[in-house]
C-alpha cells in the first residue's frame, strides 16, 4: 500500500454539488426551527397574557434586528419546507436523474429567497 494521499485538504476550496447544499441548508434550517420553537412558543404564550403584554411584544417586534431575525426565520421555514418537499418527490424517485436533480435544487433555493423577499417585504 504505497498510495500518495493527501496530507492536507481545504475544504474551503472544495466546490460542493448544489443537491448537496439544498441538502445541508435543510438540515440547518431544521435546527433552527427546532431550537427556536420553545422560544416563539413562549412569546406567544406571554403576549397572550394582557393587552399591556401584547402591546410590550408589539412593540419588541417594531425593532429593525428583531424583524431582520424574523425574516430569517422565516427563510429556514420557507426553504425548510420547499426542500422537505423536493426530497418527498426525490424519494418517490422523480426528478432523481442529475440534470433534473440540480434543476429542482436551484428552484429550492431561488423559490425560498422569492418567497421570503415577498413575504419579508410585506411584513416589514
Not at 27 to 34: E, T
Not at 57 to 85: C, D, E, S, T
Amino acid at each position: 500500500m504505497n498510495r500518495k494521499r493527501p496530507k492536507y485538504l481545504d475544504l474551503l476550496r472544495i466546490r460542493m454539488p448544489i443537491p448537496s447544499v439544498v441538502s445541508i441548508l435543510h438540515r440547518i434550517s431544521g435546527a433552527a426551527l427546532f431550537l427556536v420553537l420553545p422560544l416563539l412558543l413562549w412569546l406567544l404564550q406571554a403576549s397572550l397574557t394582557s393587552p399591556e403584554s401584547y402591546a410590550h411584544y408589539q412593540a419588541v417586534l417594531r425593532n429593525p434586528l428583531i424583524k431582520l431575525m424574523l425574516i430569517g426565520l422565516l427563510w429556514a421555514f420557507v426553504h425548510h419546507l420547499l426542500a422537505g418537499l423536493r426530497f418527498l418527490a426525490l424519494d418517490l424517485h422523480l426528478g432523481t436523474a442529475l440534470a433534473p436533480a440540480r434543476a429542482s435544487s436551484w428552484a429550492v433555493l431561488a423559490s425560498a429567497i422569492a418567497v421570503t423577499a415577498v413575504l419579508g417585504v410585506w411584513l416589514w
